[in-house]
């Protein structure tokens, strides 16, 4: 089954060989895997909640290999009940993958919703090989993760699990973090005995309802469904942890200058009677006659900060919000008209990085998206690196989004700097490339690799321009002839690169 | 990664490329040629086959219009009235913005009352006259109180349940709320119970989820914020000592601005009851004037101004005496009460106080202090001089000679044979020759009582002094020499004519008995064929009026000298 139909369409599911069988409104419980209708075909979609609306009973589906933002809450209409579902097997999870193991050629990402609910992005990232993860990888996943303190409570958990498993699964859970550990756990200890029946399933789920389910499986579903903010209305993509009375409210307001938070319409009117503010609260260290910049600590600026996480948390699925803001500096771009400067997007960084990130989450906000102002904002990202000096490179994991967006302002850099070298006929390396750029060489390769023009010919390394790179090249500078692009003018920027002390270094309160 | 029929070289960092156009290589070479590697995006790796992605990436590969990654939208918000939620209008500033206020700090009352709250203040001011409602600013800042003084109360009351009693709450009300609010306090208290109760003893606004350290915080996700495990740092005793310090010193400045706001608030207390008072008075004075006028009783209308009451420090009625003498005569000798109409006239006086009198002048002041400071470096020397007493210098040639530094020492005015009347010496030896000393300024005055023939310039008093130099040699130090330099005019004319021959002296007319000229001839110490202006000891630029002070240090064996 895993190395047949579904190879071409994997990520949701497990790989392992799953009770099949017809269902019906009633019996399709959290975990499922049905097929759903969405945009015109059906697609396989795995079943995260369930709720009673006035029409009927709607359920929260992850469709196959979309992103999460697309998620959405299906009236049972879309269903496709004529096909089999694929139900959730929770209580033996190891040894069925253990079977799965070596037939699961393609399938990434076995997620055994109960046991494992990749409520944390670690928690989802497998070996998408199927094969035994390499521990480079895992380390690599795993810096991800916040605080090291967190790791090695889950070694130690994994340790005590798999004393009490069978010992010969050596790697399967090698990457799994605290949650997901501590729910297996639990899981052990509530459901020890081999799969229940059907039936028993069935009964269960009336009786203990099925709208109760784990709890690190509410971070995967959306919770606040509508935004007012400004003038704007947002329809947030991922969980954020805002308070939890707001998930029963249809639509939060947030104030767009103070990004303060009400579920209440006449609360949010009583602020905005009294908030004053009217631009980010820090220093302006860019202006030019399009955006401004302000620099905010977010040591000092604790609420503003912790509510533009909130804010961004909705549209960043892996920022992650499990720590206080207190290490990281705030980049905020903002338009000016006659009622202040409105936050357009904006980038963090860590006070001091370990691995040289410049950038730690960058968010331009979905009203100002596909406007140039991503670029903009990863311009002034590497901006900055160059004052300090430094080379610079965006944290990873990246989003879907990310990637794109720094993609395309890495390609049009270099494409302009090799354009230039090849018409000088000079040679260059990828270390002085991302010099002038101020970016990693680890980026720049990557960057032409991607590109694919890295070839080696005649016994030399040689970088090759494709033709339709330099005809888009020449396309967008013929517009910009008429119509400039907007690029941030660094001799507009006054900053000096903040140094912190001792004291202000150290992060606990 | 394809194994490969040739061994490639090892690419690095530093490997220098050549850059091509795909043109500018054969297209089969290029097409055979390409690493057709997995490239990392930085991605993870279940999100990576994500199927607008990759559609997204292939079209930028392949140069076709790009392909979006489709997201839930934005929309402009049509049922909201923007202008009226946001009204502030914001003016840029010409200069970058630079402020640290924080969100508490701008957003005034840290309550925002809800719809319910609404509901409940609507029926509470149902049927009451105007100035009886609450208003909604006010209902918010005594909920403030509450929710603040539960907060730093019962820090734990959301788990052992506790609810402060409105005794607390209307005294921490007292204190910080206008007292006409106490009363509809204790009604809002109720409606505030109720909320506070229907919400598990949590904050009635909902807030954010904070670790409270139990197990099932980590997997909670609504749980976020946390803090960062501090590094800990090695105790020892000196740390401590340290942080024991710093407490007890945080702690006494925190008392002493406590100390600072209750006296400031016990004097506007005490302003604002002596402001009563005052109006109390006026309004008893008008009665009393209306009641005169009724009755047709004349008389003089002292009593309704505000006399002075007699200063009680005897300074401050000197300095009045000093600034206006003529006008203390008609105050002061008279009994005070019998002297309205002089006390009327002057202006600026509106309560009859002459303004003056209870000012203490700047200038009075300044002198004060400035003589404070004499005094003071007068000790200074004194003690100084007492210290060095008896000191020998044994040192073969002694850097600077040990006697010398007394008063007498200093420059002494070298008009005595001129005038009739010697100033008497400066007390104090002037360290720098630039400012003049308060000292010189002294002499000043004295010169003055003495009615010596007024001098133009005071300060260019010619003056000389003693001194002994490194190994032994004498100086004379001058100054005061102004006349000399004010003779630039001339000097520049003499360069006109000035020819090699140096015999020939240039004859200036003047008046033989021209004080200045008998000053300057006095002066002369020596022959003038040592020209001046390069052999000056000192290159200060010269200003060309009276200069405070200038010196010049003669040595014994060449002599620089003055002018002619």
């Known amino acids: 089954m895993a190395g047949g139909a579904q190879s071409q369409e994997p990520a949701v599911g497990s790989p392992a060989p799953k009770q099949k069988g017809k269902a019906t409104i009633d019996t399709l419980k959290i975990g499922c895997l049905a097929m759903v209708m969405k945009d015109g075909r059906t697609r396989r979609a795995e079943v995260l909640s369930i709720k009673e609306t006035k029409s009927g009973r709607q359920f929260y589906c992850n469709f196959d290999n979309f992103n999460k933002r697309l998620d959405e809450w299906v009236p049972a209409a879309r269903i496709d009940f004529e096909q089999e579902v694929e139900w959730p097997n929770p209580e033996l999870p190891k040894e069925a993958k253990k079977a799965a193991a070596p037939v699961a050629k393609k399938t990434t990402v076995p997620k055994k919703s109960q046991k494992r609910p990749a409520a944390t992005r670690e928690a989802s990232i497998m070996s998408a090989e199927g094969e035994t993860p390499k521990w480079s990888d895992s380390m690599e996943s795993q810096k991800a993760t916040p605080d090291a303190e967190g790791e090695d409570k889950v070694a130690l958990k994994l340790e005590l699990e798999r004393d009490a498993a069978t010992p010969n699964e050596e790697d399967d859970d090698a990457m799994d973090v605290d949650e997901a550990a501590i729910k297996a756990i639990k899981a052990k200890k509530e459901a020890p005995d081999p799969p229940q029946s059907r039936a028993e399933e069935i009964e269960k789920l009336r009786v203990g309802g099925s709208m109760t389910q784990n709890q690190a499986d509410i971070s995967r579903i959306r919770n606040i469904s509508k935004v007012q903010f400004g003038n704007y209305t947002l329809y947030p993509w991922y969980f954020s942890p805002y308070p939890e009375s707001f998930t029963q409210e249809d639509l939060m307001y947030i104030c767009e200058f103070c990004l303060c938070y009400y579920g209440d319409l006449k609360a949010f009117t009583r602020h905005r009677h009294k908030c004053a503010m009217q631009h980010p609260p820090g220093n302006e260290i860019y202006r030019d006659d399009y955006v401004s910049f302000f620099e905010i600590d977010g040591r000092r600026q604790r609420t503003w900060c912790r509510n533009l996480c909130l804010l961004s948390r909705m549209f960043l699925d892996h920022k992650s919000t499990y720590h206080d803001v207190d290490p990281f500096l705030f980049y905020v771009m903002t338009t000016r008209d006659e009622k202040g400067c409105h936050l357009v997007g904006y980038f963090s960084k860590e006070k001091e990085s370990a691995d040289g990130f410049n950038v730690a989450c960058i968010l331009t906000l979905p009203q100002f998206q596909r406007k140039g102002y991503g670029r903009l904002l990863i311009q002034f990202s590497y901006e ?10 965006p944290e990873k994991p990246l989003s879907d989004l990310g990637l794109l967006s720094y993609r395309q302002y890495w390609t049009e850099n270099l494409i302009e700097i090799l354009l230039d070298f090849n018409e000088r006929e000079d040679k260059v390396s990828t270390e002085a490339l991302a010099a002038l750029l101020a970016m990693t060489p680890g980026d720049v390769e990557s960057t032409l690799q991607a590109l694919q023009m890295q070839i080696y010919h005649k016994g030399e390394h040689k970088i090759v ?26 001799a507009r920027i006054q900053w000096k690169p903040p140094t912190f002390t001792a004291a202000q270094r150290t992060w606990g309160w | 990664m394809p194994p490969r029929h040739v061994r490639q070289r090892k690419l690095t960092k530093a490997t220098l490329q050549q850059v091509l156009r795909e043109d500018q290589i054969e297209s089969a070479e290029y097409d055979s040629n390409q690493n057709h590697q997995h490239v990392e995006t930085g991605v993870e790796r279940h999100e990576e086959n994500e199927y607008h992605l990759q559609a997204a990436l292939a079209s930028t590969g392949g140069g076709k219009d790009s392909e979006e990654i489709p997201a839930p939208p934005a929309e402009k918000t049509v049922d909201i009235d923007y202008d009226a939620l946001y009204s502030l209008r914001f003016k840029k500033p010409a200069t970058y913005i630079r402020v640290s206020y924080t969100v508490e700090e701008v957003t005034g009352c840290q309550y925002d009352m809800d719809s319910e709250d609404d509901t409940w203040l609507q029926a ?6 105007a100035s009886q409602k609450l208003s909604e600013d006010d209902f918010e800042k005594i909920i403030e109180v509450f929710e603040d003084t539960t907060e730093n109360h019962t820090p734990f009351a959301a788990v052992d349940n506790t609810l402060i009693p409105f005794e607390t709450m209307s005294a921490q009300i007292k204190l910080r709320l206008p007292s006409k609010l106490l009363d509809i306090a204790e009604h809002v208290y109720g409606h505030w119970k109720d909320r506070k109760q229907a919400s598990g003893n949590k904050s009635i606004q909902p807030g954010l989820k904070f670790e409270i350290n139990k197990d099932d915080d980590d997997a909670d996700p609504y749980v976020c914020f946390r803090r960062r495990e501090v590094r800990q740092t090695r105790k020892t005793r000196a740390r401590d000592v340290q942080s024991v310090d710093k407490l007890k010193k945080l702690r006494k400045e925190l008392e002493e601005a406590r100390q600072l706001v209750a006296l400031t608030h016990s004097r506007e207390v005490q302003k604002q009851a002596m402001m009563l008072n005052e ?46 003498p003529q006008k203390r005569k008609s105050e002061f000798p008279q009994p005070q009460r ?31 202090k400035e003589n404070m400071l004499q ?29 010398g530094h007394g008063p007498e020492t200093g420059f002494r005015p070298a008009t005595a044979q001129y005038q009739y009347l010697m100033t008497p010496p400066s007390s104090v030896t002037s360290e720098s020759f630039d400012h003049p000393s308060p000292a010189q300024e002294k002499s000043e005055s004295f010169a003055f009582r003495y009615s010596s023939p007024p001098e133009e310039e005071p300060r260019g008093q010619p003056a000389y002094r003693r001194r002994i130099g490194r190994g032994g040699r004498l100086w004379i130090d001058r100054r005061g020499m102004s006349s000399a330099i004010k003779n630039d005019e001339n000097m520049s004319d003499r360069w006109k004519y000035d020819q090699d021959d140096e015999e020939e002296q240039p004859v200036y007319e003047m008046d033989p008995h021209d004080t200045n000229a008998l000053r300057f001839r006095a002066t002369i110490p020596f022959p003038p064929h040592f020209y001046p202006q390069h052999g000056r000891q000192d290159n200060r630029p010269r200003a060309p009026g009276p200069n405070p002070a200038n010196s010049r240090a003669i040595a014994p064996v060449q002599n620089p000298a003055a002018p002619p």
Request: glycine share 6%.
């Open chain 1, 384 to 393: 900055l690196s160059k004052i300090e000096g430094k080379l610079g490179s």
């Open chain 1, 465 to 490: 321009l494709p033709m339709h790179l330099i005809k888009r090249h020449e396309m967008l500078k013929e517009k910009q002839k008429t119509k400039p692009k907007r690029v941030i003018d660094p």
């Open chain 2, 124 to 129: 509470y001011n149902q049927g009451k006259s």
């Open chain 2, 279 to 324: 109006k109390t008075i006026f309004d008893q004075r008008y009665k009393v004037k209306v009641a005169k006028t009724k009755l047709g009783i004349k008389g003089d209308d002292e009593d309704f101004i505000n006399q002075k009451v007699r200063c009680s420090t005897t300074r401050i009625e000197i300095i009045a005496d000093l600034k206006q």
């Open chain 2, 338 to 368: 019998t002297a309205p109409g002089t006390q009327l006239r002057l202006p600026g006086r509106s309560d009859g106080r002459p303004l003056e009198a209870d000012l203490i002048q700047l200038s009075e002041r300044i002198a004060e």
């Open chain 2, 375 to 403: 005094k003071e470096i007068e000790e200074k020397t004194q003690q100084h001089r007492r210290w060095n007493q008896g000191h020998v210098d044994l040192t073969r040639d002694p850097l600077s000679p040990a006697n």
